[in-house]
């Protein structure tokens, strides 16, 4: 004879000896990655009417968006703006400079307020990109920023676009920058950017696993529509669920002639579609 309880545990043993995982532990095993929006994808109608697109974004069912400008907003209202829509911030395109001298405490105070983990910087300007060595001091500094960012819960990452695909000094910036940073700087590949600069995303994320917290969803051709377009998403969401480190996919595109509320949606559905 035996309890209830020693039943239940000989046939959870059984299960694991017999490969088989309980529907529940199977549900837990593949956790849903959410999808936001970057709000630069809207940019016009964010300056036209900020209110209104978050709320359209909302209806359309994205579970966040990534800032890219405040529209005159401090980050108490932002907050707020996004609390009433039942959204999350997964992150904000701010300046290199933000990280710099005394700027880097009012960033942090900021981004706390509003609720954001991740400071992307979405390019550079020329002085911190021209040489190799200067994308080696950019690397430091990066490097130097993520740690004193650490302590507060946030992560500062870098944004692509195509010259970091373009050899320089006998490498690809790419990689001259992710390989002399910790794991600590977000990678944030733009996967259509890094198609149109030449470089391949399967290989970047092969190359740099766990280090793809954030993704952005861009696609290569298929007028801005994520999964309408070249780029492989079976292979690139694959390896971000399984090695990626990846907490967010983001769909951004520059335009479409969808109209970019149709692209959005859209980009939405077939995202979901694919990442499952």
């Known amino acids: 004879m035996i309890s209830r309880r020693g039943f239940l545990k000989i046939g959870a043993t059984a299960l694991c000896a017999s490969g ?41 069912g994205y579970d966040a968006v990534e800032f890219a400008g405040y529209y005159g907003r401090d980050a108490k209202a932002l907050r707020k ?7 999350k911030c997964c992150g904000s395109h701010i300046g290199v400079g933000s990280f710099v001298g005394d700027n880097l405490a009012r960033t942090i105070d900021f981004h706390k307020t509003l609720g954001n983990r991740f400071l992307i910087c979405p390019g550079l300007p020329r002085k911190y990109r021209a040489s190799r060595q200067a994308w080696l001091d950019t690397a430091k500094l990066f490097d130097e920023t993520a740690a004193k960012l650490k302590p507060h819960g ?3 990452g870098y944004h692509n676009h195509s010259v970091e695909f373009k ?33 391949d995303p399967v290989a970047i994320l092969k190359k740099y ?27 690139i969401l694959a390896l971000c669920a399984a090695a990626g480190g990846t907490e967010w996919y983001i769909v951004e595109f520059g335009g479409s002639p969808h109209g970019v509320f149709e692209c959005a949606r859209r980009s939405l559905e077939n995202l979901r579609k694919m990442s499952g």
Not at 81 to 87: E, Q, R, T, V
Not at 209 to 234: D, F, I, N, Q, Y
């Open 154 to 156: 946030l992560r500062c």
């Open 209 to 235: 696993p766990g280090r793809a917290a954030t993704l952005h969803c861009k696609e290569s051709g298929g007028g801005g529509v994520v999964g309408a377009g070249k780029a492989p998403w079976k292979e």
């Open 81 to 87: 703006l996004l609390d009433d829509n039942g959204l």
């Open 20 to 60: 088989a995982m309980p529907p529940l532990a199977a549900a837990q095993e593949k956790k849903r990655i959410p999808i936001g929006l970057q709000l630069y994808s809207v940019r016009r109608e964010c300056k036209k009417d900020l209110v209104q697109t978050v709320e359209a974004v909302a209806r359309m």
């Open 167 to 199: 050899p320089l000094g006998g490498e690809m910036p790419w990689d001259t920058f992710f390989g002399n940073t910790s794991k600590d700087v977000v990678m944030q590949l733009d996967v259509g950017n890094c198609m149109g600069g030449g470089g």
